[in-house]
């Protein structure tokens, strides 16, 4: 495996931010991943994805750890304008880095899947979906967060959005990847736990739903029995549906 940590990819506001890359031992170059961290996008850091991204790479898959501006200093769309502009920047130098630029996943969990979600949907910002998404138990619809959320996540909803939802509504919809998905979205592979404690299964249900009536190819695991936090043993069966759908959808 070979490693470049502290790769800079962009300075909003002159705040460096940086990404982790790994990378297989192979002359050839890998499809790349961003696997893209939690928190609530008021905490978490890069290295909390590293055991997923090393993973990746000794399955055969290029891996990208992207930092992002977290809120409440950096409310929405921060996070989202930052991990769209890693993209951007990994097409930009996949020559130089030594990896397929036209073939990039992202993988997410909580307010990662969130992230990655964003990913792969357009709302008028010029951005290029990326080629396959993973979200686990994402949030992908912001709006009317009192009435759709469980209480433990209201704070850190109000972190990220900063502002009131009435009045603002249409800020909470461009924040949502359910409310930005256009026809013909990549591939999706989503996993949700019913029992999900953080982030209501209802979230999921919705979003898979828009994105199959978009013409998208949806793959939904509802994990009856799960809460936010997935059990070991459900860890590894998603992994094992992860490296399959990333090989089918990234490697032509």
């Not at 909390?48 to 891996?63: S, Y």
């Not at 909580?110 to 792969?120: E, Q, V």
């Not at 979906?129 to 009317?144: I, M, N």
Request: aromatic share 8%; hydrophobic share 40%.
């Amino acid at each position: 495996m070979q490693v470049l940590l502290d790769h800079i990819y962009a300075s909003p506001e002159g705040i460096p931010l940086h990404v982790d890359l790994f990378r297989p031992d192979r002359d050839e170059p890998a499809p790349i991943v961003l696997c893209i961290h939690g928190g609530g996008w008021i905490s978490g850091e890069r290295t909390d994805m590293r055991p997923e991204a090393q993973w990746l790479a000794q399955n055969g898959f290029a891996a990208a750890c992207p930092s992002y501006r977290l809120a409440p200093l950096h409310p929405a769309p921060a996070a989202i304008e930052d991990v769209r502009a890693c993209v951007d920047h990994l097409r930009k130098e996949a020559p130089r880095l030594g990896f397929r630029g036209d073939r990039i996943g992202a993988w997410g969990v909580s307010a990662g899947g969130h992230l990655a979600a964003m990913l792969g949907v357009v709302n008028g910002s010029g951005f290029a979906p990326v080629q396959a998404v993973v979200d686990v138990c994402g949030l992908t619809d912001l709006t009317r967060p009192r009435e759709q959320h469980h209480e433990i996540s209201w704070s850190f909803l109000d972190q990220f959005m900063a502002v009131p939802y009435e009045g603002n509504e249409s800020r909470f919809e461009e924040a949502s990847p359910l409310h930005c998905v256009q026809p013909n979205p990549p591939p999706f592979l989503i996993f949700h736990g019913v029992d999900d404690d953080v982030v209501a299964i209802a979230q999921s249900d919705a979003f898979a739903r828009k994105l199959g009536e978009a013409g998208a190819q949806v793959e939904y695991h509802r994990l009856d029995g799960e809460l936010h936090a997935f059990t070991e043993a459900a860890q590894t069966a998603a992994r094992g549906q992860i490296l399959r759908f990333f090989s089918e959808k990234l490697i032509p």
